[in-house]
């Protein structure tokens, strides 16, 4: 273990909870080690101190810190592995719903830099989704394509996309490597991009998937299907993205309705 990784650890040892607080204890420390992981200053995979240490440091049960880490986890900040210890977990980026932006708009709005490896792209005949989504002629012919997407050249996203080729002909004219689709279909098309649905599932993924990925070997992937229109109701494009679970995570804002 590093000299840097021991240190950011001792810096769990440095926290202190008030006993004569009305707060639990358990909540008290789980907020403190909330407050020293969301700056972002300590790296992910740094190892929390000992159970046994930290409830000595503070006068507390295991079942007390344990209540404590068990939040944390449920949230995604550390994460436990059985006989190695608890460890600070990998920064997921959030999806937010009702946003709806391209996967290098989103990587970018992040500080990141995006980047795709192509791994298909093809003319290929309607299939039955296809078919029920885009509503066209069973000769009409679509685009398949698929990319994995990487941010700061660390792969987060399998992309397959379908978009008929009558909406942009000669697409392969373009660096889809190097370029966002939407972009393309905006600037280049005329194709103005409106809105989407998508259905979100959790699934475990096949082994090309997992090695594209470099996915853990017990990981879990979040599988978006998206159906894309424009600003006109064109269906424009069916999607499937399939996002690294230890990575990325959606986050769905709802609104209660009024009541009758």
């Given amino acids: 273990m590093s000299s840097s990784t021991d240190v950011q650890g001792n810096t769990f040892l440095r926290i202190r909870i008030d006993k004569t607080s009305p707060i639990p204890a358990y909540a008290q420390i789980g907020e403190a080690i909330r407050n020293l992981l969301k700056p972002g ?29 068990d939040s944390l986890e449920r949230e995604g900040l550390i994460e ?31 500080g990141l830099t995006p980047s795709s490896r192509l791994l298909v792209f093809r003319s290929i005949k309607q299939s039955g989704s296809d078919l029920d989504f885009f509503g066209l002629p069973e000769t009409e012919m679509l685009y398949e394509v698929e990319r994995v997407r990487l941010a700061d ?51 475990l993924p096949t082994k090309p998937q997992r090695q594209l990925l470099q996915s853990p070997s017990n990981g879990a992937v979040l599988v978006v299907n998206r159906r894309t229109y424009s600003d006109k109701q064109t269906p424009v494009e069916l ?12 986050v769905v804002h709802s609104v209660r309705g009024s009541q009758p």
């Fill in 41 to 69: 200053t300590i790296p992910p995979g740094t190892p929390l101190p000992p159970e046994r240490v930290l409830c000595e440091r503070l006068g507390v049960s295991r079942m007390t810190l344990r209540q404590a880490c």
């Fill in 80 to 110: 436990s592995h059985r006989g190695r210890g608890t460890f600070v977990a990998p920064r997921r980026m959030q999806k937010k719903q009702q946003e709806m932006r391209s996967f290098t708009e989103e990587i970018r709005s992040r």
């Fill in 239 to 250: 999607a499937t993205t399939t996002f690294r679970g230890d990575l990325y995570t959606a």
């Fill in 153 to 203: 050249d660390t792969p987060i996203a399998l992309e397959r996309i379908h978009i008929p080729q009558y909406l942009c002909p000669n697409l392969d004219r373009f660096n889809l490597a190097a370029n966002s689709i939407y972009s393309i279909l905006e600037e280049n098309y005329g194709l103005r991009l409106a809105h989407c649905t998508e259905q979100i599932s959790a699934a």
